[in-house]
């Protein structure tokens, strides 16, 4: 069999990570799969409850020998396919390099060769992270994803080598978030859009493509956090971020991080209600760049995950990046000369600008992203795409839709920021329980400080949910099912592959099989739609629940149990 041609992926190579082409056929994402064993899990478990035992985790035998395993896997495999001629190899040749990762942890890494050597590498890297193997793969451009050819070289290479070294995605010890090109969502009001999409789609991060946890949480996961999210979208579409309203951004307010936030009585005239920013491009990227820094400063640093934790000399929970515990994460909106948010590195310093220039497109950093972190592990290659795909189109979806309304209120918000009222009238005692412990808790993440009875919102979510009455379960579970099909169909209106055939197909097995129970037992009317899927749940029950991962491969019990 001749070797397949590698044009149609590398044609785009000269174009994806150019910071001015903002298309969505000229994106490109970040992939960060993470696998787990039973053994990795409680190590990480064991370990870090003793002195010292998190740096001796990573310096662990088992688990340096298991990645490096994982990568001597990935390489005999592909060498296997170019010895085979599979039509998946994409690239000519690979190597496999032991470097550190910024925190000096070892890593493994896999350089893919081109037969064309000006085209540079490709890189897949694999490190360790707490309870886990991770992936990083970046950038990755967009065309790519509708190759099946590339998906076949993830389905073999990414995913096969760990679940053929025992490891395997789960839920409650790992994910599968991604991160997309900033410069896509810079135009227009994407921005904004995607953050009051995700308002109004909170089960997404719930329910259906992630599980409630600190890691990932909501915007809309207490009644602090949601006011915060749409007072800074209220401040952005008066046009309180417009440079003709609030005076140009420069690159000095990128270094120093400050001047992002909006002004509070902004001269009418600055936006358009469904064109977002009015004015040159320059303006519509200042716009829109100030608006994603405040956002970062503004909403996501209320009530994120872990916030009680916040301390300087905490390397996950620095105050600074404290706010990176949520559904979505602007930390990476950054331009060149700033400081790497991880490594403390500047960012392409050779092309840092001067302080003093008119902050403009051409300095935003080659890897500024928008993360997508409400992401659970996938299974498949063909999951993990499939996810992606439905958010990007998602986007297109909001392009050719902008200005959604932010719904002031959802049935979802009884396990939200209502979730205490509904305990309060359902459940009290297990109110008051949960507060006794939040106070302990709060002061033990806290180091003391914090004498608190804050509940932590996915504690509430569950415990709301079991407490509320079976129709009005029901009626929750039908909001969520009804808004995610919706939300798909929507979505598929703008893939721009050909053959398309059931939007459902690959995203109907993500529906949290507790929703079509309580749905069952509330004997409620469902819309047509609804109820089909209802209906190929229950034919095809086994093979949709293989399709997701387990929850926990050391003995964790789901929350939605019990």
């Known amino acids: 069999m001749p070797k397949p041609s590698s044009a149609a992926m590398t044609r785009v190579l000269a174009r994806f990570k150019r910071t001015d082409t903002t298309s969505f056929e000229d994106a490109w994402v970040g992939m960060e799969p993470t696998f787990q064993s039973e053994k990795s899990i409680k190590k990480w478990q064991k370990m870090a409850a003793e002195d010292g035992g998190e740096d001796a985790y990573f310096e662990d035998e088992y688990m340096l020998e298991t990645q490096k395993d994982v990568a001597k896997a990935m390489v005999k495999r592909f060498k296997g396919a170019l010895d085979k001629k599979e039509d998946w190899r994409c690239f000519a040749a690979v190597d496999r390099e032991e470097d550190a990762d910024p925190w000096k942890v070892k890593r493994q890494n896999l350089h893919f060769r081109w037969d064309d050597k000006a085209l540079g590498d490709f890189e897949i890297k694999l490190g360790l992270d707490p309870e886990t193997f991770e992936y990083s793969i970046k950038p990755v451009p967009v065309a790519w994803f509708y190759d099946e050819r590339w998906v076949r070289f993830l389905e073999e290479i990414v995913w096969g080598a760990p679940l053929s070294q025992g490891l395997a995605p789960t839920i409650a010890h790992g994910g599968c978030q991604f991160s997309v090109s900033a410069k896509t969502f810079l135009t227009g009001s994407l921005l904004a859009d995607d953050i009051a999409d995700k308002l109004n789609h909170p089960e997404l991060s719930t329910w259906i493509m992630d599980w409630p946890n600190p890691d990932d949480r909501a915007f809309r996961a207490t009644t602090r956090r949601f006011a915060a999210f749409r007072s800074v979208l209220d401040s952005y579409w008066a046009g309180g971020f417009h440079p003709q309203a609030k005076g140009a951004l420069t690159a000095e307010s990128c270094f120093l991080d400050r001047g992002f936030g909006p002004v509070p009585a902004p001269p009418p005239g600055m936006m358009d209600p469904k064109e977002g920013p009015l004015g040159e491009a320059r303006d519509v990227f200042q716009t829109n760049f100030g608006f994603g820094r405040a956002v970062r400063l503004q909403a996501q640093i209320v009530h994120p995950g872990y916030w009680q934790a916040a301390h300087p ?9 404290i706010m990176r515990y949520g559904e979505g994460n602007l930390n990476r909106l950054q331009i060149a000369g700033e400081w790497h948010v991880k490594s403390g590195k500047p960012l392409e310093v050779q092309r840092a600008p001067a302080p003093e220039q008119i902050l403009d497109s051409s300095m935003l950093a080659t890897e500024a992203s928008w993360e997508n972190r409400a992401q659970m592990g996938r299974t498949s290659a063909r999951d993990f795409v499939e996810a992606m795909l439905l958010y990007l189109h998602r986007a297109r979806w909001l392009a050719a839709h902008p200005h959604p309304t932010v719904k002031a209120t959802l049935l979802q918000d009884q396990l939200l920021g209502g979730a205490e009222e509904t ?16 106070r302990k808790l709060n002061l033990d993440s806290s180091r003391g400080r914090l004498k608190s009875e804050w509940i932590e919102p996915e504690t509430l979510q569950w415990t709301a949910w079991k407490a509320l009455p079976a129709g009005e379960r029901g009626a929750v579970a039908r909001e969520v099912v009804t808004r995610f099909v919706e ?17 459902l197909e690959w995203h109907r097995h993500r529906i949290h099989p507790s929703l079509w129970k309580a749905i069952l037992d509330a004997r409620i009317e469902l819309k047509p739609e609804v109820r089909r ?9 086994k093979e949709l629940l293989a399709r997701r991962p387990v929850f926990s491969l050391a003995g964790l019990q789901p929350p939605w149990e019990g």
């Open 487 to 503: 939300y798909v169909e929507e979505a598929a209106s703008c893939d721009p592959r050909t053959k398309r055939g059931d939007p």
């Open 533 to 541: 899927e209802m209906e190929t749940f229950q034919e095809r029950r």
């Open 313 to 321: 000399a905490e390397e996950g929970y620095r105050a600074d990046q």
């Open 423 to 438: 305990l309060k009238k359902h459940a009290p005692k297990a109110l008051e329980r949960l507060r006794q412990e939040a």
